[in-house]
């Protein structure tokens, strides 16, 4: 994939979709990382079609999870894909800068940080900060996987909510949206399809 401008969120979507499946049948691995693009983006800039906020885990790479490659991705981790001001600053960047319009907020399961959330208070100075923001976003939810889905629903509304993203702009308005990677399967469930439906309506209907 290679940089391109004022990309939709229909279509930035789309091609993450399509991004993921290519990965899973292992036909390319990484997207363009060639010298040619390098060398292009050094010289023209950047022009990412969507923003990714995903986990630090090193199991949860993006670029690879799309098979997307130099240029295509603005790419923001934190630890449980969490959202505070840094994050919204970053995002902001690229809506107005970059031209950006999808964001996209990739939880994961077997989140070390989700799951030590659901469990009593950790040592360290800035853990429990971290782990209170989490909690926060997925109340009492003692699920692991319900609780990411949560967490990720959280993250979207605060992006929403803080950046006043409307839920239906228009064709080139900024949209954000959530999706859940599996890190057993390699599958990215995204939250517009059928099959996370009946786990957002249940997390849904607890909050």
Known sequence: MSPVKNVSPREALRRLKEGNQQYLRAERPSGDISPAIRKETAA?????????????????????IFSCGIGDLFVIRTAGNTI??????????????????????LGHTRCGAVGAALQPEEGGIFVPYLLEEIRRGIGGETDERAASIRNIQCSVRRIEADLKIPKRGGENSPEAAGALYDVDTGEVIFFSDDRSNAAESETDDAL
């Open 84 to 105: 505070d001001r840094p994050q919204l600053a970053s995002i902001e960047y690229a809506l107005h800068h970059l031209g950006t319009r999808l964001i996209l907020v």
């Open 44 to 64: 023209h800039g950047q022009k990412p079609f969507a923003v990714v906020i995903a986990c630090s885990d090193s199991r949860v790479i993006p670029e690879d």
